[in-house]
T-cell receptor, first 111, second 112 residues
Framework: RKEVEQDPGPFNVPEGATVAFNCTYS??????FFWYRQDCRKEPKLLMS???SGNEDGRFTAQLNRASQYISLLIRDSKLSDSATYLC????????????FGAGTILRVKS | DAGVTQSPTHLIKTRGQQVTLRCSPI?????VSWYQQVLGQGPQFIFQ???????GRGNFPDRFSARQFPNYSSELNVNALLLGDSALYLC???????????FGPGTRLTVL
């Protein structure tokens, strides 16, 4: 079983749609949680950190459920520029500052 | 401010050769981590260095080695290259050992 699992998609949505991505992780010792965004053939870029209380950044909302070991990302009012791969990432400081990535979920926003 | 820089951007090698990849962290950052990303997968952790010492190692063979210099830049070395080593190699820097990591543009290695 992979340590971080994501639905690979692709999710094909029209502009203006709301789309949700889910992720599960297996290591209960994980301490920090993130969503990174990766454009084709580019490096991953931090989208947002994820907290148990939930956090929002503009059109993006992230949620963490530690009991279920589940992370989510909601994108509202999708833009063409949101098309990318979204990587769910967990961090366990038991192994240095090791980030463990899911394989990513592909989002394609179409006009 | 300059971000994480990596060199070279692209590299083509043949099986059995050796390669050295270089990374310069963001100014003021003391930790550098290396990741390998093969097509269709998320990045996989190779090493973390902090204050010139190895602080974490992923599940990679001994053909992979790294070091960090006094100016906090880092090199990743891969010996006896295999076709399966073809990947995007990403360097990430962070201010301290446990801080948020910021990625460089990567070095795309192709092994023929």
């Amino acid at each position: 079983r992979k340590e971080v699992e994501q639905d690979p998609g692709p999710f094909n949505v029209p502009e203006g749609a709301t789309v949700a991505f889910n992720c599960t992780y297996s290591n209960s010792a994980s301490q920090s949680f993130f969503w990174y965004r990766q454009d084709c053939r580019k490096e991953p870029k931090l989208l947002m950190s994820v907290y148990s209380s939930g956090n929002e950044d503009g059109r993006f909302t992230a949620q963490l459920n530690r009991a279920s070991q589940y992370i989510s990302l909601l994108i509202r009012d999708s833009k063409l520029s949101d098309s990318a791969t979204y990587l769910c990432v967990v961090n366990s400081l038991n192994y240095g500052n090791k980030l463990v990535f899911g394989a990513g979920t592909i989002l394609r926003v179409k006009s | 401010d300059a971000g994480v820089t990596q060199s070279p951007t692209h590299l083509i090698k043949t099986r059995g050769q050796q390669v050295t990849l270089r990374c310069s962290p963001i100014s003021g950052h003391k930790s550098v981590s290396w990741y390998q990303q093969v097509l269709g997968q998320g990045p996989q952790f190779i090493f973390q260095y902090y204050e010139k010492e190895e602080r974490g190692r992923g599940n990679f063979p001994d053909r992979f080695s790294a070091r960090q210099f006094p100016n906090y830049s880092s090199e990743l070395n891969v010996n006896a290259l295999l076709l399966g080593d073809s990947a995007l190699y990403l360097c990430a820097s962070s201010p301290g050992q446990a801080d948020t990591q910021y990625f460089g543009p990567g070095t795309r290695l192709t092994v023929l």
